[in-house]
């Protein structure tokens, strides 16, 4: 199909590379890490996002060589990002593939970037087709010595089947939760459950898509960890990420 082409194409071409979103701590919004998302850099459609090119490539056999891209180009910048944690996402693809684990363990060796530096992002999708694999490879990571962390969470069908099923460094709160916090809603119910129940299994949590000081307040407020959002930052390239971080007290 056309799109095949064009994503191998872009893959030869180096059409593909990182952006980068800031995470900071709640309390202080002092940068502790960031979030590694893709873009294609297309020649005449120009920077396309991944919500229209990433289901593409899991259909087309392309995923796992985005994949391994991302975490190489993800290691590199954990080397210039002394002291930050690096987040990739992860495709329940790539965690069917029973090498996965080894090779992430390749990649950082490879990069000399310690495995700690490094945060695998899965969905909760990732359990739908073979629990019992992604369970297994997912343990294989930890063992690795990454940190895992469960995206969107609250957006799945069982989500907290989950939890028992693996225990997650981080719980990251799907933004249509935080988006609700400042409206008359249940919203701020849901968010402070989940965070006394990840601080009570030992999780860290991220807010995800705080966009405005009414969100950050009631997210510090019920003592979630991290925010992520364009109040702190849009995602950036590597350059100008720098040049951000750089400008940070
Ligand atoms: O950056 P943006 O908001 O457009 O990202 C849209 C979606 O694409 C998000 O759900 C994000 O998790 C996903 N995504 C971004 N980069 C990658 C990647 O490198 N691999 C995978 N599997 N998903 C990604
Ligand atoms: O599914 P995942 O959490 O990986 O998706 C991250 C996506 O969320 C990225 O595409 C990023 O551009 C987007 N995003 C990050 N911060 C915000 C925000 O404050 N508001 C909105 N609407 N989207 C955001
Ligand atoms: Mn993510
Ligand atoms: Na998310």
Not at 70 to 78: N, S
Not at 93 to 122: I, K, N, S, T, Y
Not at 147 to 173: E, M, N, Q, W
Request: glycine content about 6%.
């Amino acid at each position: 199909s056309q799109i095949e082409v064009a994503l191998r194409d872009g893959l030869r071409n180096g059409q593909f590379h990182l952006h980068f979103q800031p995470k900071a701590e709640a309390l202080t919004l002092r940068t502790i890490g960031v979030e590694a998302l893709m873009r294609w850099n297309h020649p005449s459609l120009g920077t396309v996002s991944p919500g229209e090119f990433i289901s593409a490539a899991e259909r087309c056999g392309f995923i796992n060589e985005l994949g391994e891209l991302a975490l190489r180009e993800a290691a590199r910048a954990a080397r210039e990002l002394p002291n930050l944690t690096v987040a990739v996402n992860v495709s329940p693809l790539q965690l069917m593939e029973a090498d996965f684990p080894e090779r992430v363990r390749r990649v950082l060796a490879e990069a000399g970037v310690p495995p700690e530096r490094l945060e695998l992002e899965v969905t909760e999708s990732v359990m739908l087709d073979d629990a019992r694999g992604a369970i297994r490879r997912l343990h294989a990571l930890r063992e690795v010595g990454v940190r895992v962390a469960l995206d969107d969470f609250g957006t799945g069908y069982s989500s907290l089947a989950y939890l028992r099923a693996f225990p997650f460094h981080t719980l990251k709160i799907d933004r249509s939760f935080i988006h609700s916090l400042g409206e008359q809603s249940n919203a701020h119910a849901i968010v402070d459950t989940i965070v006394h129940m990840a601080r009570a299994l030992g999780m860290r949590t991220v807010a995800e898509g705080v966009e405005d000081d009414i969100q950050l307040a009631a997210v510090r407020k019920m003592r979630c960890d991290e925010v992520q959002g364009y109040l702190i930052s849009r995602p950036m390239p590597l350059d100008r990420l720098k040049a951000w971080l750089s400008g940070r007290p």
